[in-house]
């Protein structure tokens, strides 16, 4: 699976939108990009995932690059609920569930 | 969606001692489960991928005598770690995947944790 780069951690004010990058720069053509969020001392909670298109669900968007080398997740109207890490995974659609978990971004939602 | 319960959530053992973790899918059958271990400020590691009705495959540097697994039905996995000492607390969590049906996005489900403290 491709490896991803997050940086560690990020700010955004309540209610605003929060923005957060992802580079996948060694991304094959079968793999997907995954988004997990932990917040503190629960398990991981699936957000959302892509191939090529952007996508959108309840809960965010995701913007892929054409090149697919990197992508944003953006959550519209951050809340203090939201405060997480965030965790991009690449990852084969053949693949058994297994994730590697990077090191991720901590988004902090400040009032 | 569906839904992974790990029992129990937090527990105290005395160093030495065996802790047993379960994980159970609740409303769905998973024939594969993983086992991941966090600690402190770090990322999550896996550990092992526990087959239904197989051995478990375990992660390079991670001791299977050490750390058992034994996912026995469709609907649940255990992980027990023996001989436990004050380096083996951490957070475990379990994921299950679905079985058929499931989306293709939503296919690990994780549970809520277990916190393990050795003293």
């Known amino acids: 699976d491709a490896k991803t780069t997050q940086p560690p951690s990020m700010d955004c004010a309540e209610g605003r939108a929060a923005n957060l990058p992802c580079n996948h720069s060694t991304i094959s053509g079968n793999e997907y990009v995954y988004w997990y969020r932990q917040i503190h001392s629960q398990g991981p909670q699936y957000i959302i995932h892509?191939?090529?298109n952007n996508e959108t669900n309840e809960m965010a968007s995701l913007i892929i690059t054409e090149d697919r080398k990197s992508s944003t997740l953006i959550l519209p109207h951050a809340t203090l609920r939201d405060t997480a890490v965030y965790y991009c995974i690449v990852r084969l659609s053949s693949n058994t569930g297994k994730l590697i978990f990077g090191q991720g971004t901590t988004l902090q939602v400040k009032p | 969606g569906a839904v992974v319960s790990q029992h129990p959530s937090r527990v105290i053992c005395k160093s030495g001692t065996s802790v047993k973790i379960e994980c159970r899918s609740l409303?769905?059958?998973?024939?594969?489960m993983f086992w991941y271990r966090q600690f402190p400020k770090q990322s999550l590691m896996l550990m092992a991928t526990s087959n239904e009705g197989s051995k478990a495959t375990y992660e390079q540097g991670v001791e299977k005598d050490k750390f058992l697994i034994n996912h026995a039905s469709l609907t649940l996995s255990t992980l027990t770690v023996t001989s436990a000492h004050p380096e083996d607390s951490s957070f475990y969590i379990c994921s299950a995947r679905v079985a058929s049906g499931g989306h293709r996005g939503t296919e690990a489900f994780f549970g809520q944790g277990t916190r393990l403290t050795v003293v």
């Open positions: 892509g191939l090529k």
């Open positions: 409303d769905f059958q998973a024939t594969t």
